[in-house]
């Protein structure tokens, strides 16, 4: 009995998660993206550290971002 | 779907990378070693090594080139390969970081992600991360005065920032009042103004800097419409056959 009212209940709860699961699987891991590529941009092209800053200073000069 | 968009952003990476490199081999990077040239030849600070005058022509940047780092004590590459080898590593950086940023946008945008829906995301990428803030500052050469670093940073990232806001409102909302309000975030940082040089003195002739800007904004175009490009086109093959 209790099986079957769990399966009874599901179609349901499936069709709520189902679209709840389907906008924040497009943006949660969209916004992780975006987080993970601007980590890299900014830490590639502004990061302060002289060692970061020297190693990568052509590439900085070269795309135009503020460099020394 | 965080797995399609990484792999795509590395793939993407690794050919713009690699396509960067070659062009700023033989655009932005002559410019480059061509101003540190003159910077060397300029006064040495105290601690430097007894001065090159003599040699202080085309490979004088070879011997000063730390010299015009803040910190001169700080490693930094040797000219030749390893200064090159850093400059692909971190353009390799730039390519992975640009087209993650670009598949993230377009997933959130939703629609259709291929090769041709991505240059053009990457071209207004381009135009607001790079074009727009070069607008109040212009792409500089070693041994152009410039107002101090962080004031700079803060104020080419907030541009960016806006511009790319603005845009979006200004292609994507419904409403004229949110398409107004796109442009004028979009200007403001310019009303604003960037951080003003303390002098416009350069240690290069003129004619180079000019060089150097077309060269720069040529690069850094490559840079996102190549990304949006090619993240378009892999994340298409990728999440069909997923």
Same mark, same amino acid.
């Given at each position: 009995?209790?099986?079957? #009212? ?14 709840? #699961?389907?906008?924040? #699987? ?43 | ?8 952003a590395f793939g993407a990476g690794l050919a713009v990378g ?12 002559? %410019? ?23 040699? /202080?022509?085309?490979? /004088?940047?070879? @011997? ?28 390799l950086l730039m390519g992975v970081g640009v087209s993650?940023?670009?598949? !993230? ?9 291929? /090769? ?26 070693? !041994?152009?005065?410039? /107002? ?11 541009? @960016? ?5 603005? *845009? ?22 310019? &009303?604003? !103004? ?13 004619? *180079? ?7 720069? *904004? &040529? &690069?850094? @175009? %490559?840079?996102?419409?190549?990304s ?5 086109? %892999? ?8």
């Amino acid at each position: 009995m209790t099986n079957f #009212s769990k399966t009874a209940t599901r179609p349901a709860s499936i069709a709520a998660d189902g679209a709840r #699961s389907d906008a924040a #699987s497009r943006i949660v891991p969209a916004l992780l993206a975006i987080a993970f590529g601007l980590l890299l941009f900014v830490g590639t092209g502004f990061a302060a550290p002289s060692l970061i800053h020297n190693a990568t200073h052509d590439t900085r000069h070269s795309l135009g971002l503020p460099c020394h | 779907m965080f797995k399609t968009i990484i792999l795509s952003a590395f793939g993407a990476g690794l050919a713009v990378g690699i396509a960067l490199s070659v062009v700023q081999a033989v655009t932005t990077e002559p %410019l480059i070693l061509h101003a540190e040239t003159f910077e060397s030849a300029e006064p040495a600070p105290a601690a430097a090594a007894p001065h090159e005058h003599a040699t /202080a022509e085309a490979h /004088a940047h070879e @011997a000063a080139a730390p010299a015009h780092e803040h910190d001169a004590d700080a490693w930094s590459p040797a000219d030749g390969f390893e200064r090159s080898a850093y400059t692909l590593i971190a353009n390799l950086l730039m390519g992975v970081g640009v087209s993650a940023v670009l598949l !993230g946008l377009m997933s959130i945008r939703g629609g259709r992600i291929d /090769a041709s829906t991505g240059v053009l995301w990457g071209v207004a990428g381009f135009f607001a991360a790079s074009l727009l803030p070069s607008l109040g500052l212009s792409p500089e050469l070693p !041994g152009t005065a410039a /107002a101090e670093i962080t004031s700079r940073q803060i104020w080419w990232l907030s541009t @960016a920032a806006a511009s790319a806001i603005g *845009l979006a409102l200004i292609v994507f909302s419904g409403s004229w009042l949110l398409k107004i309000a796109g442009l004028v975030i979009g200007v403001m940082p310019h &009303v604003i !103004g960037a951080p003003v040089p303390p002098s416009l003195e350069a240690s290069y002739p003129a004619g *180079l800097g000019g060089e150097f800007v077309a060269a720069s *904004l &040529v &690069v850094s @175009a %490559l840079l996102w419409a190549l990304s949006g490009l090619c993240s378009g086109w %892999l994340y298409q093959r990728l999440s069909r056959s997923a």
